[in-house]
């Protein structure tokens, strides 16, 4: 075997590690890069929060002296407490279509979940819930968002062939927008907010939004507490989402319900696409990536991701989601928008899913957590 495993110990193999599906996907025009800042900031202590339950190591592979995969292992102890689930996850799984390389990595990051006394790894999965989770096994000829992984269609079979079955399954549509609100739709939404007292946040600007950072997050740890694998975000946590994303998204695409109290009942986010500048920049910011992201968050870009959304329990199934779809259509209408592409739904949640249907809808990419025990 060719195959050599080495630990990332230090900057420059983090470096590696980051750049590594740059390379392997060169010739992909689907493959969408990350921020490559972000991805370092993902794997420094003092730059993650998640670091204070979570431990990790990565893994680049050598084949003939080239670098030929990666991997990272996760042990999240917050999960192990919450679930009672003695697992390690991978994340950041990379390789050429090379059984000796897969293997090597997977055998690695087993090893080293075995060495801690766990009883299972499960994957793709990230730090907590705001990572990238979920392993593309369906739609691989559909171009890649920036919430999400895009990976070659030899991924899954080759962890099938080491014994990994399904844990769960998310899917992902492309929602077409329409010409116009339908007026039942704004009977509703007008019902709603009487009913319960709630209202749409008018901000002009994105800093309009940072006052209601802390409840949002709040609310969304209530909100998500019993899906698949979710782990409460601390304090910590919460600061720096606010701090690197809510005072940079567009006003148009963050709806945020409010109750009588000024609470936060529910919120949406969606931004315009970066796919195509991320393709063109290599996820880099400078010296002119920045330009190219510059471009695509202005006026003109026709389409949208939808990043991240919940609803109170209390207010769950009662309108106020509907309610927000339909403000976040109308914004979309405004500016154009032709289609949006939903983030990550779990398989299970029909709630959100039924909202698709007063759209014309997709359903066109899968995505998988596998899973092995290891015991």
Same mark, same amino acid.
């Given at each position: 075997?060719?195959?050599?495993?080495?630990?990332?110990?230090?900057?420059?193999?983090?470096?590696?590690?980051?750049?590594?599906?740059?390379?392997?996907?060169?010739?992909?025009?689907?493959?969408?890069?990350?921020?490559?800042?972000?991805?370092?900031?993902?794997?420094?202590?003092?730059?993650?929060?998640?670091?204070?339950?979570?431990?990790?190591?990565?893994?680049?592979?050598? %084949?003939?002296?080239?670098? !030929?995969? =990666? #991997?990272?292992? $996760?042990?999240?102890? &917050? *999960?192990?407490? @919450?679930?009672?689930?003695?697992?390690?996850?991978?994340?950041?799984?990379?390789?050429?279509?090379?059984?000796?390389?897969?293997?090597?990595?997977?055998?690695?990051?087993?090893?080293?979940?075995?060495?801690?006394?766990?009883?299972?790894?499960?994957?793709?999965?990230?730090?907590?819930?705001?990572?990238?989770?979920?392993?593309?096994?369906?739609?691989?000829?559909?171009?890649?968002?920036?919430?999400?992984?895009?990976?070659?269609?030899?991924?899954?079979?080759?962890?099938?062939?080491?014994?990994?079955?399904?844990?769960?399954?998310?899917?992902?549509?492309?929602?077409?927008?329409?010409? %116009?609100?339908?007026?039942? !739709?704004? =009977? #509703?939404?007008? $019902?709603?907010?009487? &009913? *319960?007292?709630? @209202?749409?946040?008018?901000?002009?600007?994105?800093?309009?939004?940072?006052?209601?950072?802390?409840?949002?997050?709040?609310?969304?740890?209530?909100?998500?507490?019993?899906?698949?694998?979710?782990?409460?975000?601390?304090?910590?946590?919460?600061?720096?989402?606010?701090?690197?994303?809510?005072?940079?998204?567009?006003?148009?695409?963050?709806?945020?319900?409010?109750?009588?109290?000024?609470?936060?009942?529910?919120?949406?986010?969606?931004?315009?696409?970066?796919?195509?500048?991320?393709?063109?920049?290599?996820?880099?910011?400078?010296?002119?990536?920045?330009?190219?992201?510059?471009?695509?968050?202005?006026?003109?870009?026709?389409?949208?991701?939808?990043?991240?959304?919940?609803?109170?329990?209390?207010?769950?199934?009662?309108?106020?989601?509907?309610?927000?779809?339909?403000?976040?259509?109308?914004?979309?209408?405004?500016?154009?928008?032709?289609?949006?592409?939903?983030?990550?739904?779990?398989?299970?949640?029909?709630?959100?899913?039924?909202?698709?249907?007063?759209?014309?809808?997709?359903?066109?990419?899968?995505?998988?957590?596998?899973?092995?025990?290891?015991?």
């Amino acid at each position: 075997m060719n195959v050599t495993i080495k630990e990332v110990k230090s900057r420059s193999d983090l470096r590696k590690f980051i750049k590594f599906p740059l390379e392997l996907y060169a010739d992909c025009d689907k493959f969408v890069p990350p921020f490559m800042f972000d991805e370092f900031a993902t794997f420094i202590p003092q730059k993650n929060p998640a670091f204070e339950y979570c431990e990790s190591k990565q893994w680049l592979a050598y %084949k003939d002296g080239k670098i !030929a995969g =990666r #991997i990272a292992g $996760i042990i999240n102890h &917050k *999960f192990i407490d @919450r679930w009672g689930k003695k697992a390690a996850r991978f994340g950041w799984i990379d390789f050429i279509d090379d059984e000796e390389v897969s293997s090597a990595l997977i055998n690695t990051f087993t090893d080293w979940a075995k060495e801690h006394g766990l009883e299972y790894v499960h994957g793709p999965l990230g730090f907590t819930d705001m990572d990238y989770e979920g392993m593309l096994i369906e739609g691989f000829n559909e171009t890649g968002t920036l919430p999400t992984i895009y990976n070659y269609e030899y991924y899954p079979r080759h962890l099938e062939k080491y014994g990994f079955e399904k844990e769960a399954d998310w899917v992902e549509f492309e929602i077409k927008v329409p010409d %116009k609100i339908p007026e039942k !739709a704004e =009977r #509703i939404g007008e $019902i709603v907010k009487q &009913k *319960f007292g709630i @209202r749409i946040l008018e901000a002009k600007k994105s800093k309009d939004f940072v006052p209601y950072g802390r409840d949002l997050f709040g609310m969304l740890n209530n909100a998500y507490k019993d899906l698949f694998g979710f782990v409460e975000l601390s304090e910590k946590q919460i600061d720096k989402y606010i701090k690197q994303y809510i005072g940079f998204v567009v006003p148009d695409y963050l709806k945020l319900l409010l109750d009588k109290d000024n609470r936060v009942a529910g919120f949406v986010i969606a931004m315009p696409s970066l796919s195509k500048a991320l393709q063109k920049s290599k996820g880099k910011l400078f010296p002119f990536g920045f330009i190219h992201i510059l471009r695509a968050l202005k006026k003109g870009n026709r389409y949208l991701d939808m990043y991240l959304g919940a609803i109170r329990p209390d207010l769950q199934g009662k309108g106020a989601d509907a309610l927000l779809m339909t403000e976040l259509t109308r914004s979309a209408i405004k500016n154009g928008i032709i289609s949006a592409e939903t983030s990550i739904e779990l398989e299970t949640n029909v709630l959100v899913q039924s909202h698709w249907k007063y759209f014309e809808h997709r359903q066109h990419k899968r995505r998988r957590c596998f899973e092995k025990k290891i015991t």
